[in-house]
């Protein structure tokens, strides 16, 4: 079954830290996996996306298909980052079709 | 570029009743979906649409919601008869056909009382 675990509800950091929300993905076949940030009283957006590669304020995410994992980091957190975020896979077919995880809430104190 | 529309932001309603939700998708967006998120949860895909045909409603309960994209733009989702657990903030989204980013409108929240 296809499946999104996102294992932390709340995740409290000092700004300046380091972060790194943590995602698990169930598929079996060959997955894309997204990050979706919701700042308060804002939509729902696209922060980035595996196949990209790319560093979108100033965060990263690997696709590590042995650990079927896709964690988000950053090195460095910003009070601006306080936001919700959710991991969501999308399966083959280019549907668009998203499963999303639980969703983390990442608070960054100052 | 216009973003998603949806309306109402938001609806109280009792339990039996029934209620419509209404999405308008960034223009020229062929593929419309229709999202439920419980409190405390991630979204849930309950529709999706290509133009005004249906791709996937495996996830609708079919007894008392239903969809339509009829002129393959606006949607309406409707629930009839309400229950409490269908409170839920519902979002709409799209996206061009075959490729892109998903695009979110900014939800109608439902209370059912």
């Known amino acids: 079954a296809q499946r999104v675990t996102q294992p932390e509800k709340l995740l409290s950091v000092f700004k300046g830290a380091p972060v790194e929300l943590k995602c698990n993905y169930s598929y079996s076949g060959s997955p894309e996996l997204f990050w979706y940030v919701q700042y308060s009283r804002q939509r729902l957006q696209l922060l980035l996306r595996?196949?990209s590669r790319e560093s979108i304020k100033g965060f990263t995410a690997d696709l590590n298909k042995g650990e079927t994992s896709f964690h988000l980091k950053k090195p460095f957190a910003q009070e601006e980052d306080s936001a919700m975020y959710y991991c969501?896979?999308?399966?083959?077919?280019?549907?668009?079709?998203?499963?999303f995880g639980q969703g983390t809430t990442l608070q960054v104190k100052p | 570029e216009a973003g998603v529309a949806q309306s109402p932001r938001y609806k109280i309603i009792e339990k039996r009743q029934s209620v419509a939700f209404w999405c308008n998708p960034i223009?020229?967006?062929?593929?419309l979906y229709w999202y439920q998120q419980i409190l405390g949860q991630g979204p849930k895909l309950l529709i999706q649409?290509?133009?005004?045909?249906?791709?996937?409603d495996s996830q609708l309960p079919k007894d008392r919601f239903s969809a339509e994209r009829l002129k393959g733009v606006d949607s309406t989702l409707k629930i009839q008869p309400a229950k409490l657990e269908d409170s839920a903030v519902y979002l709409c989204?799209?996206?061009?056909?075959?490729?892109?980013?998903?695009?979110f409108g900014e939800g109608s929240r439902l209370t059912v009382l």
């Open positions: 223009s020229g967006h062929a593929t």
């Open positions: 595996h196949i």
């Open positions: 969501a896979l999308g399966g083959s077919g280019n549907t668009g079709k998203l499963i």
């Open positions: 649409f290509q133009n005004n045909g249906v791709v996937d």
């Open positions: 989204a799209s996206r061009r056909q075959g490729a892109g980013e998903l695009f």
